[in-house]
């Protein structure tokens, strides 16, 4: 995550302020990073926009690009955030979706023009009867893959620290546990990341 924020980008931080109250904190502690990349394309109006969703604690641990970037809380209705991201919410009566629509947009190799994309951020189901206040809340299919992976990964770097603290006359049973645990979680955390690598390929991304 150290390339977050490229400096030949403009950053935006998006923090969105729309979760159920209860069941669902951990959502919460993301933000998404919108990074709008303008240099080099000959298209005018044209940029190539990507979006990453990041824990809050890495972006607290990056505080001078923090401070650097553009940020905003997004509750309803629209954020415009540059000219070429709004984001928007579209509601149905047991659905509300949070959806980023990217204009004149290119793709990022050999910035051929495609035009708009509606990339599905968030979404907020009430039950399908609508008879209860239960929801089904998430995010959308690579940003939740992207969420799965920094969960495991803040699980893989806690396990590690514990192993590696310095003990005065350590116990070799508890040391060959966490190691055991170390390496399973390591493990989990390479699964997760090939599932996260997969849920955001794109055929455009290589173009």
């Not at 977050?4 to 980008?9: K, L, V």
């Not at 690009?65 to 809380?73: E, P």
């Amino acid at each position: 995550m150290s390339n977050i924020f490229n400096f030949s980008g403009t950053h935006s931080i998006v923090k969105l302020n729309v979760f159920p109250w209860y069941g669902y904190r951990n959502l919460q502690n993301y933000s998404f990073v919108f990074s709008t990349f303008t240099e080099d394309i000959e298209l005018k109006g044209c940029a190539y926009v990507q979006v990453r969703i990041i824990h809050d604690s890495k972006l607290l641990a990056m505080d001078r690009d923090v401070l650097a970037a553009n940020k905003f809380i997004f509750k309803e209705g629209n954020l415009v955030v540059n000219e070429f991201i709004e984001i928007i919410q579209e509601k149905t009566r047991f659905q509300t979706l949070y959806i980023a629509v990217l204009k004149g947009q290119v793709t990022p190799k050999k910035h051929i023009y495609i035009g708009k994309r509606n990339l599905l951020l968030y979404t907020d189901n009430k039950d399908g009867e609508g008879i209860s206040d239960k929801y089904a809340a998430y995010y959308g299919k690579e940003f939740e893959a992207s969420v799965k992976w920094q969960e495991a990964r803040l699980k893989y770097e806690i396990i590690q620290q514990m192993y590696i603290l310095p003990r005065k006359n350590p116990d070799k049973n508890f040391t060959d546990q966490l190691k055991l645990q170390w390496d399973e979680q390591r493990q989990i955390v390479n699964e997760l990341h090939e599932l996260y690598e997969e849920a955001s390929r794109n055929e455009y991304m290589e173009i």
